[in-house]
T-cell receptor, first 112, second 117 residues
Framework: GQQLNQSPQSMFIQEGEDVSMNCTSSSIFNTWLWYKQDPGEGPVLLIALYKAGELTSNGRLTAQFGITRKDSFLNISASIPSDVGIYFCAGLTTSGTYKYIFGTGTRLKVLA | GAVVSQHPSWVICKSGTSVKIECRSL??????MFWYRQFPKQSLMLMATSNEGSKATYEQGVEKDKFLINHASLTLSTLTVTSAHPEDSSFYIC?????????????FGPGTRLTVT
């Protein structure tokens, strides 16, 4: 199935550092969602983006909807150990029927 | 936020048997629900879109006769894995979109770990 490309695939950072990850696509999306998944659990919605160029924050998290509508970025400031997990982007495609396409994921590990 | 539940959270079954997984939206109605499959260390792959009152829409490569989906009410969708085989062992997750003013935010259930022996 179709997937969005996320980078980096994984990253190790020190507690307190800022984190940046991005998601790119060859297709245009009208909505971008960012999720965090802990092992053995379902993804939890972090941020939803609806307009090109939109910048939205949720606590220490900030996400942006790319101007071209083909990419999105997620930043985490001052990381803490509980930020560890896998972060997924998802794009909503409305061609035909509504469905979400997921990114390949960024695995984050925070070193205390 | 909207709450989606799944049952069971894990199940072990023997090869050749069928397993039913339930997905419920607890505090909102969902005319559409999505079923995903996730293998270890991989992303979520959409299997099918469950539509209340009509047939499910399956993604390319997903066998509709093997993965039976029923969306019996506005709060319940079920996925039945028929004649399960070890290669069907996976993490199955459902989601339901919460309709908003502009677009749809999607909320996930906690997932069901299926192990076929």
């Amino acid at each position: 199935g179709q997937q969005l490309n996320q980078s980096p695939q994984s990253m190790f950072i020190q507690e307190g550092e800022d984190v940046s990850m991005n998601c790119t696509s060859s297709s245009i999306f009208n909505t971008w969602l960012w999720y965090k998944q802990d092992p053995g659990e379902g993804p939890v919605l972090l941020i939803a983006l609806y307009k090109a160029g939109e910048l939205t924050s949720n606590g220490r998290l900030t996400a942006q909807f790319g101007i071209t509508r083909k990419d999105s970025f997620l930043n985490i400031s001052a990381s803490i150990p509980s930020d560890v997990g896998i972060y997924f982007c998802a794009g909503l495609t409305t061609s035909g029927t509504y469905k979400y396409i997921f990114g390949t994921g960024t695995r984050l590990k925070v070193l205390a | 936020g909207a709450v989606v539940s799944q049952h069971p959270s894990w199940v072990i079954c023997k090869s050749g048997t069928s397993v039913k997984i339930e997905c419920r939206s607890l505090d909102f109605q969902a005319t559409t629900m999505f079923w995903y499959r996730q293998f270890p260390k991989q992303s979520l792959m959409l299997m099918a879109t469950s539509n209340e009152g009509s047939k499910a829409t399956y993604e390319q490569g997903v066998e509709k006769d093997k993965f039976l989906i029923n969306h019996a009410s506005l709060t319940l969708s079920t996925l039945t894995v028929t004649s399960a085989h070890p290669e069907d062992s996976s993490f199955y997750i459902c989601s339901a979109p919460l309709a908003g003013v502009v677009d749809y935010e999607q909320y996930f259930g906690p997932g069901t770990r299926l192990t076929v022996t």
